[in-house]
């Protein structure tokens, strides 16, 4: 297991928070043709790939053509949801005044609602990543991934779940912004809720008729076909997202924190929450995109809206600052991160193991300078 | 200044939601874009264009060819937006037509601005092929359809652009009779269209030119009542068209004022970048214009815009109040702002800020409700 990073002091994390900064501004002015580029390319492999898949499945026979036609869809949504889709709602490509890549006008191909996503999301996740009781991301209201959870007889099925979740994960993903656990333990009366609901279960009921009612019908005699290699993409969209985002926060390591220890976080602390609250994936070029850059997790929720595909070339500086403040850098192969997320889900279903006492001291380490150095409530400004 | 799109038919409205809801809208814009650009949809919300031909008028000075996707219907005198990315940055910026209309063909005529981003990077940047982004043509400045009486033509530098698509205009309509031009510029070398317009003082009769160049030995910097007086003794009587910089024209009007001819005159103002607007220090109150309610606020008080708008009473949409959710991001029309994250100051007309890490130093319009 990797050594835990080293608590930093207010002021030392408002010093790692300036450099982050610094290294912010260094990108932001560089900003240009070429980050453009790059993700009109991603467009347009995306777009290819998608007409390759489509007509594979509607005009092709025999298996081969069937698995050519699931892959090149798949990969078609797969773009769509991670490099393009979160990367451009998350306002990376804002800059740039093209309306086909405007956050607050994209539209993905999953049914999550765009608008869900920006406050689930863009807002809740990232602003209170991995703080207990705020960010729902943190097990997404059912699973127990770390210890400081309390244990529950129903983890006991969390495997289960777990799987269920991956192959259905866009439905997961959609519905997480309803918060439908408020409204079974009563706490959201049902008419708000389900008009809250709405523009999730229309957008939801256009995905199903065209992937499994309009394009198959348009295949003619081929709609089987089409209907079931539209659902084995959609399906192995679900499985690749599911892994990739499980690894980005729940491998051994990653911490999570409680709302006493950031009350008055300052804009450095939210940096070095958001250092020690994520983990990356190695992998090639190609792994990145097909992750939306999520590999690169940790660069990602230091910097949100920086363009995905400058965390590669941001990483060893962030590396380096990393060592020197003695914080750990969360990093390793896919099948690493993914047997690490494993191994926690299947372990945390049972109760325990306790909590190690290093968060204790921490909360109290930070109640106590909190005390000390009574921030404004609006502190991340004003460092 | 754009036009706006018009009001599409229900049937129109139905189809465009089913493409959208189908996710077949972006594929349709990404293929047409890939097959046909010059009919891709364009920002602007009228066409596009490529780029034919370029022609290096002056040093400075280059004229665009260009071939629009859909015949443009404008007025000689008018202008157009024209949409460019700028290292990968949309940005607009009107330009006066210089060419007569009628054509398939437009021409814009651009001088690069120092520190001009537009004009710098088409002049740098834009090579033949490029595709820009055109807007409907508009503006005032226009021949009247029948032109009758003796005219005058007053330029100055690169002003020369919208009276050489009217007079272009005169010659295709055989209508160029009894015209003066008195146009402004620092050099021989420095006035565009020259070989063009000599050409016109040599073969039209009732055509007469005088160029007034800084550099002639002897002769006033720049725009002399005497001498103007003396070039054109009846230019009260005639129909008046200017274009130029702004002193040179406010002299012009002061002399049709006084000889009683104003409703003579009339004035293209040089469509340049916005100014700066007047700064004040962060805090002291500033009006905000919230344009889509088209009510005004006055924000004043410590922190943020957002903290400045809730303190006036405004509910605007915000998520994490520190710059990363972009929620409570929204259009600036204009105005002057500093980057809280950055420091960095901005007077950019159609800017995107997010309320949160924004602070006021002039009055803004922003699109808000």
Not at chain 1, 74 to 81: C, E, G, S, T
Not at chain 2, 245 to 266: N, S, T
């Amino acid at each position: 297991m990797t050594r835990p990073s080293r608590t930093l002091s207010r002021e030392e994390a408002d010093a790692f928070g300036r450099e982050l900064d610094a290294l912010r501004q260094e990108v932001v002015a560089d900003l240009g043709e070429r980050d453009l580029r790059h993700i009109r390319e991603v467009i347009r492999v995306a777009n290819l790939s998608e007409v390759t898949g489509r007509v594979l499945l509607h005009v092709g026979f025999g298996p081969l053509s069937f698995v050519g036609g699931v892959s090149a869809l798949a990969l078609a949504k797969i773009l769509d949801n991670m490099e393009i889709g979160h990367n451009v709602m998350h306002g990376q490509y804002d800059w740039t005044r093209d309306p086909a890549l405007d956050s607050h006008a994209y539209e993905w191909d999953t049914v999550c609602t765009s608008e869900d996503w920006r406050h689930s999301h863009n807002y809740e996740h990232h602003t209170f990543t991995n703080i207990l009781g705020k960010d729902r991301d943190v097990g997404y209201g059912f699973l127990r991934v770390t210890p400081e959870q309390p244990w529950e007889p129903r983890h006991i099925t969390q495997p289960v779940g777990a799987a269920l979740l991956a192959l259905l994960f866009q439905w997961g993903v959609g519905a997480h912004d309803l918060r439908i656990p408020d409204v079974i333990e009563g706490k959201e009366p049902f008419l708000p809720f389900a008009k809250r609901a709405l523009p999730f279960v229309q957008k939801a009921g256009w995905q199903l008729a065209k992937d499994y009612v309009l394009y198959p019908a348009l295949a003619l005699g081929n709609a089987p076909r089409v209907a079931f290699g539209n659902l084995l993409a959609n399906g192995a969209r679900n499985l690749w997202t599911f892994a990739v985002i499980f690894c980005g926060h729940f491998p051994e390591g990653v911490r999570v924190y409680t709302e006493d220890e950031v009350a008055n976080e300052s804009r450095g602390q939210w940096y070095v929450r958001q250092l020690n609250g994520s983990a990356n994936i190695e992998g090639s070029t190609a792994m990145h995109v097909l992750t939306g850059h999520l590999s690169h997790q940790i660069e990602h929720h230091l910097f949100p809206d920086i363009p995905a595909a400058r965390y590669p070339e941001m990483a060893p500086r962030v590396r380096e600052l990393c060592e020197r403040y003695g914080q750990t850098y969360n990093t390793g192969s896919f099948p690493k991160q993914l047997g690490s997320v494993a191994r926690r889900l299947l372990r945390l279903s049972l109760p325990g193991p306790a909590v190690a006492p290093r968060a204790a001291t921490q909360v109290a380490e930070a109640a106590a300078q909190a005390t000390t150095a009574r921030a404004p409530q609006r502190a991340p400004l004003a460092a | 200044m754009f036009s706006k799109t018009t009001t599409a038919s229900p049937l129109s409205k139905a189809r465009d939601h089913v493409l959208r809801r189908l996710m077949l809208d972006r594929q349709v814009a990404f293929w047409t874009n890939e097959l046909a650009p010059l009919h891709a949809q364009s920002g602007t919300g009228s066409c596009r264009a490529r780029v034919g031909a370029i022609i290096q008028e002056t040093p400075d000075t280059k004229t665009f060819v260009l071939q629009p996707g859909r015949a443009l219907t404008y007025r000689a005198g008018q202008y157009v937006s024209v949409e460019v990315e700028v290292n990968g940055v949309r940005m607009h910026r009107c330009y006066s037509l210089s060419s007569a209309p009628g054509g398939d063909e437009v021409s814009i005529t651009v001088k690069r601005v120092p520190d001009g981003r537009v004009s710098t990077w088409l002049h740098d940047h834009v090579d033949v092929g490029a595709i820009l982004g055109l807007g409907a043509p508009s503006g005032d400045f226009v021949l009247p359809t029948d032109v009758t009486g003796p005219l005058l033509f007053v330029s100055g530098g690169s002003g020369i652009t919208p009276l050489m698509s009217m007079a272009r205009d005169l010659v295709q309509r055989g209508a160029l009779r009894d015209v003066v031009w008195v146009h402004y510029a620092r050099s021989a070398a420095d006035v565009i269209f020259g070989r063009e317009l000599a050409h016109l003082a040599r073969t039209q009769p009732d055509f007469r030119l005088h160029l007034c160049l800084d550099d002639e030995p002897g002769a006033p910097r720049g725009f002399d009542e005497a001498r103007f007086t003396a070039l054109v003794p009846d230019y009260a009587s005639r129909a008046a068209f200017q274009c130029g910089p702004g002193p040179m024209m406010d002299r012009v009007e002061q002399l049709f004022d006084a000889a009683g001819a104003a409703g003579h005159l009339k004035r293209e103002a040089f469509v340049a970048a916005p100014a700066h607007t007047p700064s004040v220090s962060p805090g002291e109150p500033v009006q905000v214009t919230l344009l889509r309610s088209e009510r005004a606020v006055i924000a004043r008080g410590p922190g943020s815009l957002l903290e400045q708008l809730e303190r006036a009473g405004e509910r605007p949409a915000h998520g994490c109040r520190v710059g990363i959710c972009h929620t409570c991001r929204c259009t600036k029309q204009s105005g002057t702002v500093e980057n809280l994250l950055s420091g960095e100051l901005s007077s950019a007309p159609d800017q995107e800020i997010q309320l949160c890490i924004t602070r006021a130093h002039s009055d803004l319009k922003l699109d808000l409700a």
